[in-house]
């Protein structure tokens, strides 16, 4: 294989680097574009970003890297624990006639690997553990992504989901409360992982 089609790594950028025309820069840089693309936090594409981001902080995941979109797991603990983030919210960024329903994909996929560009043979769930990330709040006018009081929480193992009888494509909010998960708060989430990973049956 041409060693230039390899994967690329990246380190991650400032902010303050500039973009350029035939090599020289031009009055608009990085972080002007990450304002752009990335400021609103309720739309869901960013809002699913933010969670993941929000889930390493609390597990203690350093800052020395960047998110892998295309990583078989979404964050790996310091302690080595696999973790997958799934996102949702009662409020949308659009108008909205009533809150949105709570739902969680867990459905298996074929993995990824951006090193060889392949595909796993069979839909899998890799990660040991999941974290459901509720942003809870129900006002729209003081509602603020950027607040962790208004997050919540639900952990369970893997070894839960694959032996989840209703379904193996997604968990509503509702049967997670049934099952008696209980939501914990950003301070309280990494060590719920931990004792998720400890007695992954016990979720």
Not at 88 to 100: D, G, P, R
Not at 134 to 159: E, G, I, N, R
Not at 163 to 174: A, C, D, F, N, V
Request: glycine share 6%; charged share 25%; aromatic share 10%.
């Amino acid at each position: 294989m041409n060693g230039d089609l390899l994967k690329k790594k990246h380190e991650g950028e400032s902010g303050s680097e500039r973009f350029v025309l035939a090599g020289q820069p031009l009055n608009f840089d990085l972080l002007s574009f990450w304002k752009w693309a990335a400021s609103d936090l309720v739309d869901n594409t960013w809002r699913g970003v933010l969670a993941e981001y929000l889930v390493a902080k609390a597990l203690g995941i350093k800052d020395d890297g960047i998110r892998d979109s295309w990583g078989p797991v979404d964050l790996v603990s310091p302690t080595g624990i696999t973790v997958q983030v799934k996102s949702a919210a009662f409020l949308q960024a659009w108008h909205q006639k009533e809150f949105s329903r709570i739902s969680f994909s867990i459905k298996p996929r074929r993995v990824f690997d951006s090193t060889t560009n392949s595909l796993s043979e069979t839909p899998i769930r890799v990660a040991q553990v999941w974290v459901f990330a509720l942003l809870s709040h129900t006002d729209k006018l003081t509602l603020d992504p950027m607040d962790l009081a208004q997050w919540q929480f639900f952990v369970v193992s893997k070894s839960f989901l694959d032996g989840y009888r209703r379904s193996q494509e997604s968990i509503t909010l509702k049967s997670l409360r049934k099952l008696g998960i209980e939501p914990v708060g950003f301070l309280e989430l990494a060590d719920q992982v931990e004792r998720c990973r400890a007695n992954p049956l016990s979720s």
